[in-house]
């Protein structure tokens, strides 16, 4: 163990970069685009998971790092990495990930579509009969939308919009000249993949992609002159929103002016084929403002995040198989989901608990007379959400409807911005989260009277209130009646609406009030219990670990000996294994079917187990910048349950990566001894299995 001298838990050394540790995720959710355990289309899924993670990674990250370079104004990370040192270990890292798309994407799945009948083909691999009538489809369908934009000195420099795909062409005229014009590709008109028609119009399950189809007929868009080449390039352009609220506007209006910032904001990354001629990519950078650093050569396809279009083809024998989510069974034979949550706390881990409880919840509330209020925060919503169709129906039933929308949502802005109107047209009373902070804790109040007085029954989850996403994220639910938490819901929500400045909550952790301190002290007390009695254990599984004061305050644990097993799926800044710093400390990360994003957190406590669920991570955004609930496990019989849950997820030697000192991940293997364990197919064969599990039992 390191001497007190020479232990510092601050260390540059003991951290590990944000951005890096984010781009070794996303090589673990590669590798499961090349595991064939995975039907065929689900590791379609996956690679497309990587590409829209990667676009999202430019548009966010690397343009951050981007500004803070130009305008010379940084904090260096924990780790110590300037942004300008940064970029270059970014390019370097997604070059390598360019590769593996590429031989995952042509070795590897394009092989195996084919084999399954579902092929991508060239124009020249068409039938004359199948030629002519793509030649007829193209005239008819694809043409008259096309818009070829000349590139010289007489005109400006088209402007080339976020993410979408391009071909550059370079022409040449009969007197020898060469000219240059762009063409973008219309895949969100008519998707990437184009299925290749007869003149028979039958289905068929061979694709070509939309830009190869243009190339072939860029004749008819430039008549008398020759095409001596087109290439594919692509731009990311900088997605962050800058919201200003000046006398004359509100939040709503200030998010809405802010959002054509993403559509038109600063180009960050330049996608070509690498056939591309070098003049013509110094031409597109420099027009774009645009750095060799920022430049990207990219072999094969071009744009993963249109691989989508391929899951969702009607082949369910190259899907996961479907399985029925559980129903507690209160729930199923009761019609009153009140008199059950007032007997007894309810827990729900969704996808295998079913949202449908969660959904009548909401439905009964709307119409029941003696629901007087329903109030509830909002990050996330489906395009069609029976929550939202819930409570305008609450609101025609005479109830008092508060809906904290949180219009900030990354990426779901304008869909914020669509339900907050219709939910004020039918009188809810719509909060547009906070100016300064996101408000990201999912919390539901509703407040009923009863024979015997008023009460508050409170809903808290680790997910959205969004029926699709329950299905593929891994959350964790809770319904309860507990008196000290539904106090706490009423005065966050008052907080959230009004004036309330409330520094304390009885039962609740709310960032960025008293959560940070909240889990320092528990650190804090798990250490006291290591130094008395020698069995401090610390348990936690979250999305994200890369507050430097949290990190520290576990250096300081595993230093005194407490024991720590973290499950964490993404970024994670800790370094485990360092002798006398963390080697008491494993962390695993699972990457399989369901995204993992429930939060557990779990204190031995010296024999008095506590177990917090909630919406936050250990992420700096989420204890400085954000609102965030966690609260404590009441039950004991669901406390331990989700223990045992925990386990579960922890002996997972199937889907899980072990973080190692130096930064890398490797999957875990059973041992000889071992069960293999793959803890989301477990669960799913246990579904429900944890709402008969009791106290202390095995």
Known sequence: MATEEAFNPKDPDYYIN??????????????????????????????????????????????????????????????????????????????????????????????????AG???????????????????????????????????????????????????VVLGSTDGRRYLARIKIPSLTFGRFIPVKSSSGAPSSRFILLEDLVAEHLGSLFPGMSVEGAYRFRVTRDAEIKVVIDDASDLLTAVEDSIECRRTGVPVRLEVDPAMPPRLILLLSERLGLKEIDVYGVS????????????????PDLLDEPFVPHITNPLVHEEDIFDVARSRDILFYHPYDSFIPIVRLFRQAAIDPDVLAIKITMYRIDKKSPIVDALMKARQHGKQVTVVLELKAK????????????LEQEGVHVVYGHERLKVHAKVALIIRREADGIYRYVHLSSGNYNTVTTR??????????????????????????????????????????????????RIEREIEHQKRDQNGYIALKLNGLLDPDIISALYQASHEGVRMDLNVRGLCAL?????????????????????????????????????????????????????????????????????????????????????????????????????????QEWLIQHRGAWHGWKERED
């Open 472 to 521: 593929i994220y891994g959350d964790i639910g809770y319904l309860t009646a507990d008196p000290d938490i539904g106090a706490d819901a009423t005065e966050l929500f008052n907080h959230l609406t009004g004036y309330v400045d409330r520094q304390e909550y009885r039962k609740l952790l709310v960032a960025p009030i008293n959560l940070r301190q909240g889990i320092l002290n």
């Open 300 to 315: 094969g396809f071009i744009g993963h995040n249109d691989l989508w279009q391929l899951h969702d083809l009607s082949r």
């Open 18 to 115: 944000r951005e890096l540790s984010w781009l070794s995720f996303n090589r673990r959710v590669l590798a499961e685009a090349n595991d064939s355990r995975h039907p065929l289309l689900e590791q379609v899924k996956f690679l497309a998971i990587c590409g829209s993670n990667l676009d999202e990674f430019f548009m966010v990250r690397v343009s951050g790092l981007r500004h803070q370079v130009k305008d010379g104004i940084w904090k260096l990370p924990p780790d110590g990495t300037a942004p300008a040192d940064l970029l270059w270990k970014i390019q370097i890292e997604v070059d390598e990930l360019y590769c593996l798309y590429e031989e995952t994407w042509s070795r590897s799945l394009l092989p195996a579509l084919s084999d």
């Open 575 to 679: 370094r485990p294994g360092i002798a006398g710093v963390s080697d008491t400390i494993s962390v695993t990360s699972i990457v399989g079917r369901f995204l993992e994003h429930a939060r557990i957190y779990y204190f031995h406590n010296g024999g008095d187990d506590e177990v917090l669920l909630g919406s936050s991570d250990m992420m700096q955004r989420n204890l400085r910048r954000r609102v965030e609930v966690l609260f404590p496990v009441r039950d004991p019989a669901i406390r331990s349950a989700l223990i045992r849950i925990m386990r579960v997820h922890l002996s997972d030697n199937q889907k899980s990566w072990r973080l190692n000192t130096d930064g890398s991940y490797d999957r875990i293997h059973p041992e000889n001894t071992d069960k293999a364990c793959n803890s």
């Open 118 to 168: 579902i092929s991508i083909v060239q124009f020249s691999q068409l039938t004359d009969d199948e030629k002519e009538a793509m030649h007829d489809y193209f005239q008819s369908t694809i043409y008259p939308i096309l818009t070829p934009m000349a590139i010289d000195a007489a005109r400006s420099f088209p402007f080339i919009s976020n993410l979408s795909l391009n071909l550059a």
């Open 411 to 422: 990426f779901d802005e304008l869909n914020n911005i669509t339900w907050a109107r219709a």
